[in-house]
């Protein structure tokens, strides 16, 4: 099996941080003042909140990508929290392709189920694995190194030379899990 953990942007993430915090103490203070309290209040928790979550989804949480002979896995770790996000059997690859070929490609219009796991937000150099889930062409966007490109690309071509014939090093095979 071969893993791969797409780098963090460091500048991004303290971006980030610091501008929701500042953003949130210029809600409170800005509800602090204004004649419609309550409703100011409001939109400043509800900011505060999803700035929470922006926070921990792009700078507290790590995505790790492993392929085996069989299947494609994504785990996503936070904090001492280990989930997998998805495990996508190869035999069920259509293609991939880095992200400016998917946009401009026709033939990837019709995909209805999209997923993004990308470590950064607005990442460069990303990636797009098409394949089929219960019969709808999905895609997954994420970040990995070329190295682990070229094990993948290699890895969903002998899954489907084998037919899916598991050999002595693959893992049970299953679908799509989120």
């Known amino acids: 099996m071969f893993k791969c953990k797409p780098e963090r942007n460091p500048k991004q993430a303290i971006t980030l941080v610091v501008s929701l915090a500042v953003l949130s103490c210029g809600g409170f203070l800005t509800a602090s003042i204004s004649p419609y309290r309550l409703l100011v209040q409001l939109i400043a928790v509800a900011f505060l909140v999803m700035a929470i979550m922006l926070v921990v989804r792009y700078t507290l949480t790590e995505i790790e ?12 770790t936070v904090g ?7 495990t996508v059997d190869l035999t069920t690859a259509i293609a991939l392709v880095d992200k400016e070929t998917y946009l401009h490609s026709k033939d990837f219009s019709d995909v209805s189920i999209k997923f993004n ?12 694995f098409v394949f089929m889930y219960k019969d709808k062409k999905s895609m997954i966007e994420f970040e990995p190194n070329e190295v682990f490109v070229k094990l993948m690309r290699e890895a969903i071509e002998n899954a489907k030379k084998s037919n899916g014939e598991p050999d002595d090093y693959s893992e049970p095979k299953s679908n799509l899990i989120d």
Not at 65 to 76: H, W
Not at 80 to 86: D, E, G, M, P, Y
Not at 117 to 128: G, L, R
């Open 80 to 86: 001492s929290k280990t989930n997998v996000l998805c």
């Open 65 to 76: 990508y492993a392929v085996s002979p069989a299947a494609f896995v994504i785990t996503k």
């Open 117 to 128: 796991y990308c470590q950064n937000i607005k990442a460069n150099n990303t990636f797009v």
